[in-house]
């Protein structure tokens, strides 16, 4: 049978273009409020014996999770045979342990949370500290998605003689993989912080940066604060204004107008989460991903 797409609103786009690479049905999915807040989910009736798959990137996670165990409950109780989910972005990753007494640890709880209803999950460049693998959380099967190659055919195709600069260490690691795949030198700066809001930047080597087109990268943007910093520190090196390259563009609140006020020359992200900074299109290696899942569970092997 034909798998069936049900889209959250904001993953239309997204889930419109890996469903057309898996060849696979867009179904019906109504979310709707009652005046108290309560959330009322209409999917597809059509769907006995389908294996459903979800579209959802948990941003916003507290109000999107319930509404998805809802989804994949009822698609269940309407016959589905199998129901996963493809959240680009996945929350609740940073508190994975009990830093203080008492702390909940979000990481583990979300991901029980997730295993009760799911029989599969998709996920883009989790943002992973302290656990190594994120089989380590969850006990339904996982594919996490590699966004470098899609940002190194970007960087190589759109940014003439690049260097990559990730903004402080803990950005290294996605910095070595793209500039691994794209062929082209990288460098990271050094961070130390000044306060709660207040950080300060310096490079390893600022020669080894003159005669490129810096490319700021990070996985995931929020505030902006750090890669506004990274901007002023190039640009008081008298270096070009740096071209930005986001995974997951949270960007909350005036993030976006920051980085360019900071003298970002331009600012592209992949379509983890839909933001009009969007330019890097992950439709394939997701369609990829879920085709693995639906394989396995169309052959008997299990979800």
Known sequence: MTPVALSFPGDGALAGSVSRELRARVGLLEWRHFPDGESLIRVDDDIEGADIVIFAS?????????????????????????????????????????????????????????????????????????IARLDELYRIPVSCVASAPELANWIRREVANPILIGPDEES??????????AQIPCEVLHKRRRGDREVELSAPDP?????????????????????????????????????????????????????????????????????????????????????????????????
């Open 207 to 303: 020669e080894r940066l003159r005669g490129f087109t810096p490319v700021l990268v990070d996985d995931i943007v929020s505030t902006g604060r750090t890669l506004a910093a990274a901007a002023e520190h190039l640009r008081r090196l008298e270096l070009p204004s740096p071209v930005c390259v986001v995974i997951h563009p949270l960007f909350s609140g005036n993030a976006h107008e920051l980085l360019k006020r900071a003298g970002v020359e331009r600012i592209v992200s992949t379509d983890s989460i839909r933001h009009s900074s969007n330019a890097i299109g992950l439709a394939k290696p997701i369609a990829r991903a879920v085709a693995g899942h639906l394989a396995r569970i169309q052959t008997g092997a299990g979800p």
């Open 58 to 130: 948990l941003t916003d996670p507290d109000r999107k999770a319930l509404p998805v165990r809802f989804v994949a409950q009822t698609a269940k109780e309407l016959g589905a045979r199998s129901v996963g989910l493809v959240a680009p972005y996945l929350a609740y990753m940073r508190q994975d342990a009990r830093f203080r007494p008492g702390e909940a640890i979000a990481a583990s709880a979300f991901a029980r949370f997730l295993d009760q209803c799911l029989d599969w999950l998709v996920t883009v460049d989790p943002h992973l500290h302290r």
């Open 172 to 181: 290294a690691q996605w910095v070595a993989e793209i500039a691994r795949e």
